[in-house]
């Protein structure tokens, strides 16, 4: 393997282990890294989505995610499959996520900013109109007309900002 591409893999996991911490305990976990540098990577994020067309009544908010990065990362795409049931546009039935178009200058942890932004369902990053899923991609389009406030189910900025914030910490004065 070539030394700039395991040194870019191992760089974007620790930027990824970096926003673990900074996000809300529990929100973001890497479950499992295979390798090193690593080939495989496995999270489980806990922010609230579509199960399958019964949202909001069926939601999942738990979602367990692998990513395989192929020998020439970041050139060539990741494969990213959703290990838990989601409906979402731009996520094959399968689980296999979409793209719609791999920014090799993306590192992780902003890919997997992007990808929580998926989840949420935010219809900023969410395209329908290239969908992986044309079940999903209608049932988006209708429910976001009838109830435009259903989405995000989450602000992953708003989130990650309030981690961010200095906590205040009171002390007694004797």
Known sequence: ???????RKREDLAKLKTLQGRLPQGMLEITAIKGDPPHELSLRIRLATARNASYPRERQDVNYVTFQFPERYP???PTVMFRTPIWNPNVYPSG??????WKVTENLELFVIRLMKVITLDPAIVNPRSAANAEAARWFLETIHHSP??????LVE???RAAERPKIIWHNIK
């Open 75 to 77: 050139f060539q795409e």
């Open 149 to 154: 406030k259903l989405f995000p189910t989450a």
């Open 1 to 7: 393997m070539n030394d700039s591409f395991a040194i």
């Open 158 to 160: 708003e989130v990650i």
């Open 96 to 101: 296999k996520y979409c793209f719609g178009g």
